[in-house]
């Protein structure tokens, strides 16, 4: 299996613009999750899904982040509209049922200038 | 709230040295405690997986080992190439299916 594959790695948009994030998970995995990583804050847990539905979005920081997972293959993190402040790297990562481990992405790179 | 803590921040030993990394959490109902390696500009690496007190896991120069209260990551004789971040994440039964890591230790080894 090629892993958890994300797109684009790197991301540069001006402030105010839509960007979105994307995921493709291990295949067989029931859960999958979204993070974001800063110097400041560490790895902090956005949003995840269980067979494709929303459980807990509880991390995701403000109304202009939203995350889909139309099927069992593919997954978005939106942010509209986009700020400097949220400038990180984004994750993504899979486990293949409840409470074993998470395999993660490469990352996305997002910078808001 | 629960809660993840690693210690130290910061560890830099030289080739060979042996150490130890902490990671404490919220004594609350584990359900799993997971250690990654994190290298810079990649994601998190998984390393292993601890379920119950007492257990242990080995792999490499690496072990780890848990208890009631808290996870340590065994490093014998290190190499350069052991220079990573390393993340200890925990689940609780409490938290369904919520992943929480924590801040991470930047061990350098010099050769």
């Known amino acids: 299996d090629a892993g958890v594959i994300q797109s684009p790695r790197h991301e540069v948009t001006e402030m105010g613009q839509e960007v979105t994030l994307r995921c493709k998970p291990i295949?067989?995995?029931?859960?999958l999750f979204w993070y974001r990583q800063t110097m400041m804050r560490g790895l902090e847990l956005l949003i995840y899904?269980?067979?494709?539905?929303?459980?807990?979005d509880s991390g995701m920081p403000e109304d202009r982040f939203s995350a889909k997972m139309p099927n069992a293959s593919f997954s978005t993190l939106k942010i509209q509209p986009s700020e400097p402040r949220d400038s990180a790297v984004y994750f993504c990562?899979?486990?293949?049922?409840?409470?074993?481990?998470?395999?993660f992405g490469q990352g996305t790179r997002l910078t808001v200038v | 709230e629960d809660q993840v803590t690693q210690s130290p921040e910061a560890l830099r030993l030289q080739e060979g040295e042996s150490s130890s990394l902490n990671c404490s959490y919220t004594?609350?109902?584990?359900?799993?405690l997971f250690w990654y390696r994190q290298d810079p500009g990649k994601g998190p690496e998984f390393l292993f997986t601890?379920?119950?007190a007492g257990e242990e896991k080995e792999k490499e120069r690496l072990k780890a080992t848990l208890t009631k209260k808290e996870s340590f990551l065994h490093i014998t004789a290190p190499k350069p190439e052991d220079s990573a971040t390393y993340l200890c994440?925990?689940?609780?039964?409490?938290?369904?299916?919520?992943?929480?890591f924590g801040s991470g230790t930047r061990l350098s080894i010099r050769p």
């Open positions: 601890l379920y119950s």
């Open positions: 295949s067989g995995h029931d859960y």
């Open positions: 004594v609350s109902g584990l359900r799993g």
């Open positions: 994440a925990v689940l609780w039964y409490s938290s369904a299916s919520k992943i929480i």
């Open positions: 899904f269980n067979n494709n539905v929303p459980i807990d």
């Open positions: 990562a899979s486990s293949r049922r409840e409470s074993t481990e998470a395999f």
